[in-house]
């Protein structure tokens, strides 16, 4: 797929780049570390359906950094491809076309997160 990135290595990338702002931006750094904690902490909903909610507008504000960064967590929080996909359904439903394209950006870094 022409254009789309490699999720890999754009999250990796960004986290290099972030932790040298953690450096020359240590309080900024600090409190948006903490606002991610908050935003994602398990409650009423737990942590993957939060993160499932971050993808959804990911998705929708076409921010592939951070598709990439909400991808690869609910990976590791053990989320499947058909929910992945009713999520981005919803995320469809909600942006039109231009959520479509990211939805397929989305599938693509879910295929390289749970490559072997």
Avoid: W
Wanted: neutral net charge; contains cysteine.
């Amino acid at each position: 797929m022409s254009g789309i990135p490699n999720y890999k290595d754009l999250t990796k990338a960004v986290a290099t780049r972030m932790n040298g702002m953690r450096e020359t931006q240590p309080d900024l750094m600090t409190a948006f570390s903490q606002l991610a904690a908050a935003g994602t902490k398990a409650g009423a909903l737990d942590k993957k359906t939060r993160e499932f909610v971050a993808l959804g507008i990911a998705v929708s504000t076409r921010c592939d950094d951070c598709i990439g960064f909400h991808v690869q967590a609910l990976v590791k929080l053990g989320a499947t491809k058909a929910e992945l996909e009713e999520v981005l359904a919803t995320a469809v439903y909600m942006g039109g076309g231009p959520s479509m394209m990211y939805a397929t950006h989305a599938l693509k870094a879910f295929d390289e997160y749970t490559a072997a």
